[in-house]
């Protein structure tokens, strides 16, 4: 299992479709809900991201300059993410047959062969395999794009 190379094609491939109107209306309607549940008090707009509410400090003891595809991390919300990066994916590389995989542990993009479409386990430093069997753990929830 590998993920897909987010540093190598964030520029050319990932970032131009950060402004596309129905991923962002997928992001805004998926996070505001993840914050909801957590009762906090701010307002998730569009042209927001998911790290500017990051309380986990997963980030602190990496080295260099923060990534720019990091704006799209926010720990413990893969569930509230995972539509956001499936629709992402889609706009990105079309050519794969891009679906969800989901378990109570973890929520990721999965190509239906070897690759992971996901920002926060690959931001974090897990590997692709990991996030791969955490997501299919237990009863396994397989949905594809409509």
């Not at 413990?76 to 109570?104: E, I, Q």
Request: hydrophobic share 40%.
């Amino acid at each position: 299992m590998e993920y897909y190379d987010i540093k190598k094609n964030w520029k050319k491939k990932i970032k131009p479709h950060l402004t596309n109107k129905a991923l962002n209306r997928i992001l805004v309607k998926d996070f505001r809900q993840y914050m909801r549940l957590r009762n906090w008090d701010f307002e998730f707009k569009e042209g927001m991201f998911p790290f500017e509410f990051e309380s986990c400090d997963w980030y602190l003891d990496k080295k260099g300059r923060p990534p720019e595809y990091w704006k799209c991390v926010k720990h413990g919300a893969c569930h509230f993410l995972v539509r956001y990066n499936l629709k992402l994916a889609m706009l990105v590389d079309p050519s794969r047959k891009w679906r969800v995989l989901t378990s109570d542990l973890h929520s990721t993009v999965w190509d239906g062969d070897s690759t992971i479409f996901e920002f926060n386990y690959y931001a974090f430093g897990i590997p692709a395999d990991e996030a791969f069997e955490r997501a299919a753990f237990g009863s396994m929830i397989i949905q594809k794009a409509a």
